[in-house]
């Protein structure tokens, strides 16, 4: 094992003194990563559920190529660019509702911060004073910078240690029984004077812990926000893009979020791009004389040509290639192969939405060597906490998504014996 005293990066989510030393991938073709020693793996995540159309699609990397002759980055202050007009524009068309104004940044949780700051500064500008908190779900994730993960799980997520350092925020379990519909409507009534928005992760909580829930508990978080007059935030950085089925998870409840969070999957999977988008309404929450009511927000890599020429070139993808067709083929095989293991007396659960298939054991098994028995089967599969999942490209070839789901199978049953 190196020395981390003597190595120069810093990993993420990593123990330096523990953990085993990373592979060094090297390439990336369709749903393979390419090791330095010459293995090939199968990806069973796509690279934290980004390479939507697979790693290395032709059609973005011409479009980033030709935009990197033409203009690989300029200041997004007093200048606009084509690629970033044309996809605020597209994804304005794509998403439901009014949701019409596109705010581009370079990261999820960086969207996430843009969310709860257009949400407080919304009733800032309308003069109302003291609205300030959001109400957020248990069992949620929305990101590691300070507002982001002061909306994450209190007590059960991985920022738990930060707690004295963020802003207290109005946590609820989501409003799956009558009980909790009327425990968040209570909390929402309470609190009212200091609320200024709600978020949810619409149906899906990703990382913490691949939750699913029904659209109508979604929906009742959608209607209970606007009984009180709150906006709702739907952060769709895992679930946007089709990988719940629809295009938006939104859809499938039949809901119009007030402002929407977008990331991972927006270039594809190739480069770092994210974007709040916010109705009408809210964005003219924003117009005044008074240039102080702007929405202060402004990063320098807002709106990257190269990144917003991929955003377009996987947006052409989503037009032009049966994705959603080919989730409905992933989420039957996933169902189908998973199935096997509900019965073993270590599972506690086996789910399934859109391409994202979920084991969820009793207990906690020893990670490492789970991560050693899938990459053993030739598969990269990240297991946390106490599940393991699979959320592949959408375009993964069949052999290759049996072969993850062989994996599984083995390896699931192997932990559990
Ligand atoms: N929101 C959700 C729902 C996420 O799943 C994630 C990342 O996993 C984020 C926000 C944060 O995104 P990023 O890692 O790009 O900052």
Redesign the pocket.
């Known amino acids: 094992m190196t020395d981390p005293r003597t190595h120069h990066l810093w990993r993420p989510y990593t123990q330096m003194q523990t953990a085993a030393p990373p592979l060094e991938a090297v390439r990336t073709h369709g749903s393979r990563i390419v090791l330095a020693d010459g293995r090939e793996l199968i990806d069973g995540i796509a690279s934290?559920?980004t390479a939507a159309h697979g790693y290395n699609h032709p059609h973005i990397r011409a479009a980033v190529a030709a935009q990197l002759e033409a203009m690989p980055h300029v200041m997004f202050g007093g200048l606009t660019h084509a690629p970033a007009e044309r996809l605020a524009a597209r994804l304005a068309g794509l998403l439901p509702g009014d949701l019409d104004h596109v705010f581009f940044t370079d990261?999820?949780?960086?969207?996430?911060e843009v969310a709860l700051k257009m949400a407080v500064q919304m009733w800032v500008n309308r003069g109302i004073a003291g609205r300030t908190r959001i109400l957020a779900f248990r069992e949620g994730?929305?990101?590691?910078?300070l507002g982001?993960m002061s909306v994450c799980d209190p007590d059960e997520g991985m920022h738990r240690r930060f707690g004295a350092y963020l802003p207290a925020q109005v946590f609820c379990d989501l409003p799956r029984t009558a009980v909790q519909v009327a425990t968040m409507d209570a909390r929402m009534a309470a609190e009212r004077e200091t609320l200024a928005a709600v978020i949810i992760?619409p149906l899906v909580q990703?990382?913490g812990g691949m939750r699913m829930h029904a659209p109508d508990v979604l929906a009742t978080v959608a209607r209970l926000a606007k009984r009180h007059g709150l906006p709702l935030i739907a952060?769709e950085?895992?679930?946007g893009f089709g990988r719940t089925g629809t295009l938006f998870a939104c859809e499938q409840a039949g809901i119009v979020p007030d402002i929407l969070?977008l990331?991972?999957a927006l270039t594809g999977g190739t480069m770092a791009l994210?974007a709040t988008i916010a109705t009408r309404a809210v964005f003219e929450s924003f117009l005044s004389d008074d240039p102080a009511a702007a929405l202060m927000h402004g990063p320098t890599f807002m709106a990257n040509p190269l990144a917003c020429a991929a955003a377009n070139a996987s947006l052409d993808l989503f037009e032009r290639e049966p994705r959603l067709e080919k989730v409905a083929a992933i989420a039957m095989a996933l169902a189908e192969g998973l199935e096997p293991l509900r019965y073993l007396p270590g599972v506690a659960d086996i789910r399934v939405l859109g391409a994202i298939g979920v084991v969820q054991f009793r207990q906690a098994p020893d990670l490492a060597d789970l991560k050693r028995r899938f990459l053993a089967l030739g598969t990269w599969v990240r297991p946390f906490g106490a599940i393991v999942y699979l959320t592949p490209a959408l375009t993964i070839a069949s052999e290759d998504l049996a072969q993850l789901l062989a994996a599984m199978r083995a390896v699931v049953t192997e932990t559990t014996a």
Request: net charge negative.
């Open positions: 934290w559920w990261s999820g949780s960086v969207a996430v994730y929305h990101g590691d910078t982001a992760e990703g990382a952060d950085i895992f679930t969070c990331s991972k994210a």
